[in-house]
């Protein structure tokens, strides 16, 4: 019998002392951030195929309006990372930032420790990101690659 990567995750979030919002099937949940800027962490074990999914994302949805100019900035920003993407749901808005780890051969002290690097990571880089997709959503005159530029310093 493989991993039960749901189990392990909730261990994980456990440990961190981690407050779990919600659940849904697989999908473990926690909200972060303050009152007014808050994000969900979704953390997903998919046991069959031995990976787990690592997604940040805004509790609000784009709206469309900005979705255009949303498209362009998570372009940009894609560029240049090395692991995980931002997404957008062209149709209702929904921005995250995702990515996943194999874990396919590893024990479960193995994955506490990959999941450890890869939230990390994942978390990292949707705050680096944050503030532009937010400002993006309530102004209509700010240039996507200005708002890359300065966020990445180049």
């Known amino acids: ?34 009152k007014e800027e808050h994000h969900l962490l979704v953390l997903k074990g998919v046991s069959a195929k031995e990976y787990i999914v690592i997604r940040c994302l805004l509790p609000q949805n784009v709206p469309e309006k900005s979705r255009k100019r949303m498209i362009e900035y998570i372009t940009r920003a894609n560029y240049g990372l090395g692991h995980g993407c931002f997404k957008m749901d062209e149709r209702d808005g929904e921005i995250e930032f995702q990515s996943s780890m194999d874990v396919e051969g590893c024990n479960e002290a193995d994955i506490m420790l990959l999941l450890e690097f890869y939230v990390g990571v994942s978390s990292g880089t949707w705050d680096k990101y944050e503030k532009g997709v937010r400002g993006l959503m309530v102004d209509d005159k700010t240039d996507p ?7 990445e310093g180049s």
């Open 1 to 34: 019998m493989g991993l039960d990567l749901p189990r392990i995750i909730k261990a994980y979030v456990a440990k961190q002392g981690w407050k779990v919002s919600g659940q849904q099937d697989d999908n473990i949940i926690m909200l972060f951030g303050s």
């Open 145 to 151: 690659a200005i708002l890359i530029q300065m966020i």
